[in-house]
Each structure stands twice: as structure tokens, then as C-alpha cells.
């Protein structure tokens, strides 16, 4: 059942694992991203310009990432001269976020079977993209920069179908597979390790004011078309069956299905996120 979670939401705020995790040595990370584009480029000279551009001519993960974003969501509004400097001076000035996108990076290349390098998730994957968009958006946010900040989550919207709030809160190693029409809301918090699926929602419910979305604890594995609505906490490691709707808590390590969700057992893997185990094969409850 729902408690208080407006207290559970301010203390979460405070003390919830956001990027809590072990740092990403970025310079074997990039040396790894390097090498494979340069391999690319050998196997597909048709590649060879692209490959130049977003990673041979850049010297660290934090130019490639900005060169990259930059490459996806110029327009007239803004164009590529204009975007690449903004955020590569974002990028080098908050190297913490260089790092949680490579958090993210690893997350996708260790979870993801169909990912075979580190470097195709910051070439190809539109959930790393629109996560490391967002990760951008939120500390322009951050920085009262406000108008700015929304302009980019609109940006990932339209380009990558991912509309996450720059206000939210989301910690590292991070994946959204598929990413097509991921929502997550203003006062959302998403810990550290969370895999979420296509067309999930962390949204609010009503016209309510102040804290009205979800917090996700470390470890959780949300299915495919799950929608989690209002101030609802889902426990570490628990798991959410594709196309559920949630409405109350989760207590840690339960796996919930249903319209509306309910408990259907304990889940086997103690880290479903990295387990990516989809099924609702369980433990008894």
C-alpha cells in the first residue's frame, strides 16, 4: 500500500543511489571506442567519414559524445557550429557526466546480446543518445538554465521518442532498450542500474503539484509498456512484467504483473536489471 511519500521522496532526494557506483576508467573506455571505430573503418570504407568525424578527429569521449549529439539534433533552430561548442564545453566542465554516460555505455554493451562493442551505443542506440541528451539537458537545469534545458528535452523527444523531464533524477548505468516512447516525469528519481523498456511511463497522476512521480531503486528491471503512476516506490531489484500499470509500492525484490499490478512472486536474479530476465517465472511470493 502507499505510505508517505512525500517524506520517502524528500529522503530519497537526499540520500538515493545516484551514481553512487565504482567510476568508469574514461581513458580505457575511450582507448576501447577508438580502436573499434578504427576497425570499422577499415571493414566499410563507406563508414570512413563518419567514423572521422565522431571519433578519429576527437580527442577524448567527451568531444565524441558532443560531436555525435550535435551531428543527431542540429536544426535551424540551432545549428551544428552552434550546438558542438555548447556542449562540449558542458561535457568538459562537468566530467561527471562523461562518466555516467560511460557508465551507461558499459550497462548496454554487458546487457544487451545484440550489442557487440561499446561503441555502438553512442553511434546507433537512440536510448543511450536520448539518455546522454537528457543527462546534458538536466545540468543545464541545473544551472538555472531553464529554457535551454527544455528545449533539449524536446529535442530527444522528437529525434530519439524519449521525453524525460530535465528535472528528474537519474543515477548511472542506465538502459533503455529499444527507448521508443520512454516518459519520465519532473520528480522522478531512477537509481543506479536500472534497465527500463520501450513505452514505460514514470508519470504523475492528476493535477497534483510537488512530488508525483517514482522513485526506482538500484537494480529494478521495468518490462516493455509498463506504466508506474504517482509518488510510488518499486524496491531494489524488483521486478515489473511487461505491460503492467502500477499503482502502489513494490517492496524490494518482488516481481508484480497485471492491470493493476500485483505480486506474483519473489524474484530469482538478485539484480533483475542485469539479469534482463523477462519472464514472471518466480519464487513463491
Same mark, same amino acid.
Given at each position: 500500500?502507499?505510505?508517505? +511519500?512525500?517524506?520517502?521522496?524528500?529522503?530519497?532526494?537526499?540520500?538515493?543511489?545516484?551514481?553512487?557506483?565504482?567510476?568508469?576508467?574514461?581513458?580505457?573506455?575511450?582507448?576501447?571506442?577508438?580502436?573499434?571505430?578504427?576497425?570499422?573503418?577499415?571493414?566499410?570504407?563507406?563508414?570512413?567519414?563518419?567514423?572521422?568525424?565522431?571519433?578519429?578527429?576527437?580527442?577524448?569521449?567527451?568531444?565524441?559524445?558532443?560531436?555525435?549529439?550535435?551531428?543527431?539534433?542540429?536544426?535551424?533552430?540551432?545549428?551544428?557550429?552552434?550546438?558542438?561548442?555548447?556542449?562540449?564545453?558542458?561535457?568538459?566542465?562537468?566530467?561527471?557526466? @562523461?562518466?555516467?554516460?560511460? %557508465?551507461?555505455?558499459?550497462?548496454?554493451?554487458?546487457?544487451?546480446?545484440?550489442? +557487440?562493442?561499446?561503441?555502438?551505443?553512442?553511434?546507433?542506440?537512440?536510448?543511450?543518445?536520448?539518455?546522454?541528451?537528457?543527462?546534458?539537458?538536466?545540468?543545464?537545469?541545473?544551472?538555472?538554465? +531553464?529554457?535551454?534545458?527544455?528545449?533539449?528535452?524536446?529535442?530527444? $523527444?522528437? @529525434?530519439?521518442?524519449?521525453?524525460?523531464?530535465?528535472?528528474?533524477?537519474?543515477?548511472?548505468?542506465?538502459?533503455?532498450?529499444?527507448?521508443?516512447?520512454?516518459?519520465?516525469?519532473?520528480?522522478?528519481?531512477?537509481?543506479?542500474?536500472? $534497465?527500463?523498456?520501450?513505452?514505460?511511463?514514470?508519470?504523475?497522476?492528476?493535477?497534483? %503539484?510537488?512530488?508525483? +512521480?517514482?522513485?526506482?531503486?538500484?537494480?529494478?528491471?521495468? !518490462?516493455? !509498456?509498463?506504466?508506474?503512476?504517482?509518488?510510488?516506490?518499486?524496491?531494489?531489484?524488483?521486478?515489473?512484467?511487461? !505491460? %503492467?500499470?502500477?499503482?502502489?509500492?513494490?517492496?524490494?525484490?518482488?516481481? @508484480?504483473? !497485471?492491470?493493476?499490478?500485483?505480486?506474483?512472486?519473489?524474484?530469482?536474479?538478485?539484480?533483475?536489471?542485469?539479469?534482463?530476465?523477462?519472464?514472471?517465472?518466480? %519464487?513463491?511470493?
Amino acid at each position: 500500500m502507499k505510505g508517505d +511519500h512525500t517524506a520517502t521522496k524528500n529522503a530519497s532526494t537526499e540520500n538515493s543511489l545516484l551514481c553512487a557506483q565504482g567510476k568508469p576508467r574514461l581513458d580505457e573506455v575511450w582507448l576501447a571506442i577508438r580502436q573499434e571505430a578504427i576497425q570499422v573503418m577499415g571493414n566499410e570504407h563507406r563508414l570512413a567519414t563518419l567514423m572521422k568525424d565522431i571519433f578519429i578527429s576527437r580527442k577524448s569521449l567527451a568531444c565524441s559524445v558532443a560531436a555525435r549529439l550535435s551531428r543527431k539534433l542540429a536544426r535551424e533552430d540551432m545549428t551544428r557550429d552552434e550546438l558542438l561548442p555548447l556542449l562540449q564545453e558542458i561535457l568538459i566542465e562537468h566530467p561527471e557526466l @562523461v562518466e555516467s554516460m560511460a %557508465s551507461d555505455l558499459i550497462a548496454i554493451n554487458e546487457r544487451d546480446p545484440a550489442c +557487440h562493442s561499446l561503441m555502438q551505443p553512442l553511434l546507433y542506440y537512440k536510448g543511450f543518445m536520448a539518455i546522454a541528451t537528457y543527462r546534458l539537458g538536466h545540468q543545464m537545469w541545473k544551472n538555472d538554465r +531553464h529554457d535551454l534545458a527544455y528545449y533539449f528535452q524536446s529535442l530527444a $523527444s522528437e @529525434v530519439f521518442g524519449v521525453d524525460i523531464h530535465p528535472a528528474a533524477r537519474l543515477g548511472c548505468g542506465i538502459f533503455l532498450d529499444h527507448a521508443t516512447s520512454v516518459v519520465i516525469g519532473e520528480t522522478s528519481i531512477v537509481e543506479d542500474n536500472v $534497465s527500463i523498456l520501450h513505452e514505460v511511463t514514470l508519470g504523475g497522476t492528476g493535477k497534483t %503539484s510537488g512530488n508525483r +512521480h517514482p522513485i526506482v531503486r538500484s537494480g529494478v528491471m521495468i !518490462g516493455a !509498456g509498463s506504466k508506474i503512476l504517482g509518488p510510488v516506490e518499486i524496491g531494489k531489484g524488483a521486478k515489473i512484467g511487461a !505491460g %503492467s500499470v502500477v499503482l502502489d509500492d513494490v517492496a524490494p525484490h518482488k516481481t @508484480v504483473a !497485471g492491470v493493476p499490478a500485483i505480486v506474483v512472486g519473489t524474484s530469482p536474479s538478485e539484480n533483475p536489471a542485469e539479469a534482463m530476465d523477462q519472464s514472471l517465472s518466480c %519464487s513463491g511470493i
